[in-house]
Nanobody
Framework: QVQLVESGGGLVEAGDSLRLSCAAS????????MGWFRQAPGKEREFVAF????????YYADSVKGRFTISKDNAKNTVYLQMNSLKPEDTAVYYC????????????????????WGQGTQVTVSS
């Protein structure tokens, strides 16, 4: 089981940037995919981005492509989400998640595809 702890959320203005961090610990494999999801009040949890732990292949939701960048630091077992040009509609609780994906070409995008979750960090973007 992987334990995940997010940090870095906060209150910013539209157009600002934030970087979220997700520290992973526990039983961890190179076949893991690390993802970021978000959930706004009254809405379903939605996929934001993922990165494969081995190889670093990334995938983004269309809504954040070109503005958000997911990256990782293998030495620190940490995944980051750099969020630029933030919009009020990016306001949500952001969750880090881990998925065991032996298929290197898999594209896990559903919450059910991910078995481990962090507690979430609030991001609020004011207009």
């Amino acid at each position: 089981q992987v334990q995940l702890v997010e940090s870095g959320g906060g209150l910013v203005e539209a157009g600002d940037s934030l970087r979220l961090s997700c520290a992973a610990s526990g039983r961890f494999f190179s076949t893991y995919v690390m993802g970021w999801f978000r959930q706004a009040p009254g809405k379903e949890r939605e996929f934001v981005a993922f990165i494969r732990w081995s190889g670093g292949r990334t995938y983004y939701a269309d809504s954040v492509k070109g503005r958000f960048t997911i990256s990782k630091d293998n030495a620190k077992n940490t995944v980051y989400l750099q969020m630029n040009s933030l919009k009020p509609e990016d306001t949500a609780v952001y969750y880090c998640a881990a998925s065991h994906q032996p298929n290197p070409w898999g594209i896990p995008r559903l919450p059910a595809d991910f078995g481990s979750w962090g507690q979430g960090t609030q991001v609020t973007v004011s207009s």
